[in-house]
């Protein structure tokens, strides 16, 4: 770990750019119900009742000191 670290200590250099990379794991659903109607003054309502619809795994590229990123 701590030569990771060291990696974000060194002096900027344009021939060896800083680059950061994340990945994440996220499921995707369907809602299956529509929510009760609401009542006067009340706000709407959720029903949390859903259909698994695949997962995503996105990915998110940034160079931390140019302030830049992409995903």
Request: with cysteine.
């Amino acid at each position: 770990m701590e030569d990771v670290l060291d990696v974000y200590q060194r002096p900027p250099d344009p021939a060896r750019p800083l680059v950061c990379m994340d990945e994440a794991s996220k499921q995707l659903v369907k809602e299956t119900r529509p929510g009760p109607p609401p009542q006067p003054g009340q706000p709407a309502r959720y029903v949390a009742w859903y259909e698994p619809a695949g997962v995503r795994k996105p990915f998110l590229a940034g160079a931390p000191r140019r302030g830049g990123r992409c995903g």
